[in-house]
């Protein structure tokens, strides 16, 4: 395999074997819009369904399915409306839009860059040296800058804190390091927010507002009460939800990896908050990952930390034992399906990336071509979504413990003379008894306190003015009373995926080029999640042959498992394969003379190009055998003996 990634190349044969492409391209495209092919398509379904049985099925979740289109005053509730916001800034003079983040990172990484090989270039050494040598195309960039120590030191300072900084922060930054259009060295304007929400109106009168939805879990939070009731009123359980989202993305780039229409898996998880404990969590506490906790990026640094998920929540790096079963079961799932797990780290959110619902949060982070880049979030959200939907719609989104031995205790509450407070307050009185009644211990105390000594007293009840209580109309009373059920608004654990990165993290983890020849390139999927599991490739025509291909395909189709007919005999067989490789199939069974003749047919392995002969239904079983996950190739080469090795 080659070691040096081209991803020219790389994109090259995405497009031209239809992976995926712009959409609407014979129209000239929309940024951050993609179609998605045969193989494309397929591989992300397939991604889904392991997906879906490594949580959903595995851990018996409750999956259910919501509306795209959300009323505006949820996603108000929710705080979507007020914080769901990017920072953008534009160039002066051409108004290009840029999110100003990205674009302060993409300078500084540049100039980081362009220093080491200027550097390299006067040493003559390294790579800088060898593009100075060749001049031309890959040379070192005119004008390139040596920096300072200590400029490259904070260079790399601001880097590793990026995601922390507010506007201000980032616009002062843009300011004190001339960070400008890289394409037309023009001045930026001061970064603003921007609401990444697609807005629309929901019927024909325009009066409903709504939006596309930027993420799958309000459905489900909104759905708790019928999703408890569901499991019986057990806790803790968890939803979870495959769906497209939307977010009207400030500069969408880097192909898949930040679009405007993606799809998401999300897991809401629901816990008493007194008990995040997980019974399965011995299962995962051993396994050790690469965490870069919160307190090393604020130190300006970006290394990571190797430790068993048990040594970072016994140390409380990571906050509960639930958030690191999740932790260790992401993990477990990007490593199935082909993620190279020396190139996955697990980054906590600095505090003022922090999002407006969470108390502590982790993304898996994979590294490509474009860096490290955020694929799966796993967020503790607390209790804030329940509460905020709850006060919003004045609906119960509890759950419900019986407690062994009862809790008694005494507590003040209202008694209201309904003869005299209807009357007084008229529309307004249902309100107010809810907001007497709502207030904390505290103030109903101060409350009876005045009406006692004063028979009267003016309270803010969230009305535009202040309401005024006599002791005619309200007494507060000291009452015992004997709890059995404990009632509480559970936490919320949410890993989110999304889809799109994790395909196309993949795709560049599983591509490689032979070391004989750059120009035959091969997607190394894994048998479960390959789009296509077996190529079958008849060398001759004939009725003959035509049963045999019909009996291998038809076998291998009814099994589930994926085959794919090349039977364009004026290529040669080396060219089939590689154009097959190309797609990332796995297994190739040739038909031959001696499948007329003995029955016998002959399967390659796509990266070893290793081959063995057996009769049809063994290697057909083979086949089956491997991609259910029931054998590998490895246990297949202890009993079959291999032919010479195509190239």
């Not at 394409?183 to 603003?192: I, L, Q, R, S």
Request: net charge negative; charged share 25%.
């Amino acid at each position: 395999m080659t070691k040096e990634f081209d991803r020219a190349v790389f994109e090259s044969t995405l497009t031209k074997r239809f992976f995926y492409v712009p959409s609407f391209s014979i129209y000239g495209g929309v940024a951050g819009l993609y179609d998605y092919g045969p193989i494309g398509s397929v591989l992300q379904q397939n991604l889904i369904n392991i997906w879906r049985k490594h949580f959903v099925i595995e851990e018996d979740m409750l999956e259910m399915d919501g509306a795209i289109i959300t009323p505006s005053e949820v996603l108000k509730t929710s705080g979507h409306v007020e914080k769901f916001t990017d920072y953008m800034c534009r160039d002066v003079k051409t108004n290009e839009v840029f999110r100003a983040d990205h674009l302060v990172e993409g300078i500084l990484e540049m100039r980081i860059e362009e220093s080491k090989l200027a550097k390299q270039a006067a040493s003559g050494e390294g790579a800088g040296a060898e593009k100075a040598k060749k001049g031309g195309k890959g040379k070192v960039p005119k004008g390139a800058v040596v920096l300072s120590e200590e400029v490259e030191k904070k260079y790399e300072e601001i880097l590793a804190q990026i995601d922390n900084f507010n506007g201000d922060q980032l616009g002062e930054i843009i300011k004190e390091y001339e960070i400008r259009n890289p394409a037309t060295n023009n001045e930026v304007t001061e970064p603003v927010a921007f609401n990444l929400m697609f807005d629309s109106s929901i019927g024909p009168t325009g009066n409903l507002k709504g939006y596309l939805r930027p993420e799958t879990a309000q459905a489900q939070f909104v759905n708790f009460q019928r999703l408890y009731e569901f499991n019986n009123k057990k806790m803790p359980f968890a939803s979870a939800m495959v769906g497209k989202s939307f977010r009207n993305e400030i500069s969408p780039r880097a192909g898949l990896l930040r679009v405007r229409e993606f799809t998401m898996a999300e897991i809401e998880h629901y816990v008493d908050p007194l008990k995040k404990d997980h019974p399965k969590y011995e299962e995962v506490k051993e396994i050790h990952l690469n965490f870069l906790p919160a307190e090393v990026q604020e130190s300006g640094s970006s290394t990571t930390v190797s430790m068993s998920i048990g040594e970072a929540v016994e140390k409380k790096i990571v906050n509960n034992q639930t958030l690191g079963y999740f932790l260790g079961r992401i993990y477990l799932f990007l490593a199935k399906i082909g993620i190279d797990e020396t190139r996955l780290r697990f980054r906590q959110h600095m505090s003022n990336e922090m999002a407006h619902y969470a108390t502590d949060c982790w993304d898996a982070e994979i590294k490509s071509s474009y860096g490290w880049v955020e694929c799966v979030g796993c967020a503790d959200r607390s209790a804030y979504d329940l509460t905020a939907h709850s006060r919003r719609t004045g609906v119960n989104l509890c759950a419900q413990e019986e407690l062994e031995i009862p809790i008694v205790y005494d507590a003040l509450v209202c008694v209201f003379n309904k003869r005299l407070f209807g009357p007084k307050f008229k529309q307004n009185a249902k309100k107010i008894q809810e907001a007497l009644e709502a207030l904390p211990q505290e103030q109903l105390a101060e409350i009876k306190k005045e009406l006692d000594s004063a028979g009267k007293c003016s309270a803010s009840l969230g009305l535009p003015e202040p309401v005024e209580i006599t002791s005619d109309l309200l007494t507060i009373e000291m009452q015992n009373f004997k709890k059995s059920v404990r009632e509480y608004t559970p936490n919320v654990i949410e890993p989110s995926f999304g889809i799109g990165r994790i395909l196309y993290s993949l795709l560049e983890h599983s591509y490689y080029t032979r070391p004989d020849d750059a120009s035959r390139t091969v997607f190394a999927f894994n048998p479960q999640i390959s789009p296509i599991k077996c190529l079958v490739l008849p060398l001759l025509t004939g009725p003959a042959f035509s049963a045999s291909l019909n009996h291998i395909t038809k076998t291998l189709r009814s099994a589930g498992v994926a085959a794919r007919i090349d039977d364009a005999s004026s290529a040669s067989i080396g060219r089939r394969y590689a154009r097959n490789d190309e797609l990332g199939i796995p297994f190739a069974i040739t038909i031959d003379q001696l499948t007329v003749s003995e029955n016998l047919v002959t399967l390659r392995e796509r990266d070893s190009c290793q081959q063995i002969r057996a009769n049809v239904d063994t290697i057909i079983n083979i086949v089956i055998d491997i991609v259910n996950g029931k054998s590998s190739w490895e246990d297949v080469l202890k009993s079959h003996p291999t032919l010479s090795s195509d190239s």
